[in-house]
């Protein structure tokens, strides 16, 4: 029967292997990716999608008239509009 120690180096030498082979078979992929990029003249957005736009802000819906301080009605309620009608503030 084989002993922990056994297995653990086979382990650890199998895992030198998978590293090695690894390596070597991420260059071959990154040259092969390369020369697709370049022969078919893709672009980011072609091979990764286009990136979502940073998004605007939310419009105001309510606004402190004492302030002027707005709020757009997401997140946290604000403190002059705690346990008030929002009616009242709207825009």
């Not at 029967?1 to 991420?26: D, F, G, H, N, P």
Request: a neutral charge.
């Amino acid at each position: 029967m084989t002993t922990l120690q056994e297995l653990l180096a086979q382990k650890e030498a199998l895992e030198q292997q998978i590293s090695q082979i690894k390596k070597l078979q991420r260059e071959d992929a990154l040259r092969e990716a390369r020369e697709l990029v370049e022969t078919y003249e893709l672009t980011t957005d072609e091979l990764f999608g286009k990136r979502k736009a940073a998004g605007q802000p939310a419009a105001a819906k309510y606004r402190n008239p004492e302030s002027g301080e707005t709020w757009s009605g997401r997140g946290r309620t604000p403190r002059w509009l705690d346990g008030k009608n929002r009616d009242d503030f709207a825009i």
